[in-house]
């Protein structure tokens, strides 16, 4: 079948990397894609919210699957959009339904959503500019540090966790007034867990799902966690604490509550489910809901999966994911993000990349590349994912560290200490 993957970054040349693979692709596309991708498919250049341009392009390409890598376009309603078209509706569209997102395109949507299934997470209250006071008022009853999301999508960067009151107080107030645009216009604020987090991904057709396996990122740009807050800075699979009797509390007090959710509200959800999780204690609690794959966290968790992810979203499609068994690599895989200079504030682009051509056994995913006259150069604040595998995290750590060793590009930089607290 003819496939289009939707979006840009390293998610997104992982998932053409797994599909290309596949005895059930004929021809792939990425719209818009990057240098990377452009090297096992076709890019396209069409923006991933411009639905009247992608269902075009289906149409002339006979495109079959149109798998949706960033939120996005889910939040704004691909899934419902082809759904609604006679001459769309038979594409198979792997991502959620419009109302499906609103779980990550909405923090008080997602809060409540947990309220009504039983789903552990953190107490929380929401706000707007009409209830600043209140929400001032409440921030004065819990203890620091204090949690501040914005409502809506805003880029990985509308969580602040501040441990003064005043300061608190001070961010709810500039976070109403637009500091994140029409995201914060509703700010949560919730307590804060005090526990170790991981990353939980599920794939589901609405009623059958699968665990995919576990993940571990790190956001932060600097080494033990300090720093402003990036898309991530790479990413371990799997978690070394998340063991059987762990998963099994996840599985029936997180997993099953969440489906079964989704199901009572006759929400359709053809798509990822990434939960992201605190262990506090022994107890899972969850952070938040993502309706697409993480990044980097993808780079670690696909490349696990041995099972044709083709067969695997078809299934998903016609509602028999329950036919489906995942065969999963058991090696641990580590991803290390190479970022550009200055990110996740201002960088330059146009970096020409040396070093490709030398990388041995890792895999190299692009996320901020592009090709500008026969030279792969930077486009992007993160610009490459370097996975490898290995039968200890430790040891897959120091192969991606080596492999960055023969990259070079002007200003380069990246996280010298993933895992240092596992």
Do not use: W
């Not at 028999?320 to 895989?333: F, G, P, V």
């Amino acid at each position: 079948m003819n496939i289009l993957v939707l979006g840009s970054g390293g998610r997104e040349h992982t998932f053409a990397y797994k599909i290309a693979q596949s005895h059930r692709c004929e021809s792939l596309f990425v719209a818009p894609g990057n240098a990377g991708t452009s090297q096992i498919a076709t890019n396209v250049a069409i923006a991933v919210t411009d639905f009247d341009a992608i269902a075009a392009f289906a149409i002339d390409k006979n495109i079959e699957m149109i798998v949706v890598g960033p939120e996005d376009p889910l939040v704004n309603g691909i899934y419902d959009y082809f759904k609604a078209k006679d001459k769309l509706k038979h594409i198979a569209v792997i991502g959620p339904s419009k109302a499906g997102a609103t779980l990550e395109g909405s923090k008080e949507r997602a809060k409540e959503f947990m309220m009504a299934h039983g789903i552990p997470t953190a107490a929380y209250q929401s706000f707007t500019a009409q209830t600043l006071e209140q929400g001032q008022a409440f921030l004065e009853t819990l203890q620091p540090p204090y949690v501040l999301k914005a409502d809506g999508l805003a880029a990985g960067k509308g969580v602040l966790i501040l441990d003064d009151l005043n300061t608190a107080k001070e961010e709810l107030a500039t976070m109403l007034q637009g500091k994140f645009g029409a995201a914060s216009t509703t700010v949560v604020i919730e307590e804060f867990l005090d526990g170790i987090e991981l990353s939980v991904f599920v794939l589901t057709d609405g009623k059958n799902y699968k665990i995919l396996p576990t993940a571990k990122d790190y956001k932060r740009i600097g080494e033990g966690d300090k720093g402003l807050n990036t898309g991530g800075m790479g990413a371990i699979s799997p978690v070394p604490f998340a063991d059987a009797s762990f998963m099994q509390k996840i599985e029936d007090e997180i997993v099953k509550p969440t489906i079964d959710g989704l199901a009572k509200e006759a929400i359709a959800y053809t798509g990822f489910v990434f939960i992201g999780l605190i262990k506090v204690g022994d107890a899972p609690k969850v952070i938040e809901y993502n309706v697409r794959m993480g990044d980097p966290e993808t780079e670690v968790v696909l490349p696990r999966i041995k099972t044709d992810l083709v067969e695997v979203f078809e299934a998903v499609a016609q509602q028999k994911l329950d036919t489906q068994e995942l065969a999963i690599d058991s090696r641990a895989a580590t991803t290390v993000m190479v970022v550009s200079g200055g990110y996740p504030e201002a960088y330059e682009k146009g970096k020409i990349i040396s070093g490709l051509e030398a990388v041995g056994d890792a895999l190299i995913f692009h996320a901020g590349t592009k090709e500008k006259e026969g030279e792969i150069v930077t486009s992007g604040g993160r610009v490459l994912a370097v996975t490898s595998f290995d039968d200890d995290f430790k040891q897959a750590l120091k192969k991606s560290y080596q492999t960055i060793e023969k990259l070079h590009f002007d200003r380069m930089n990246f996280r010298k200490d993933i895992g240092f607290d596992l």
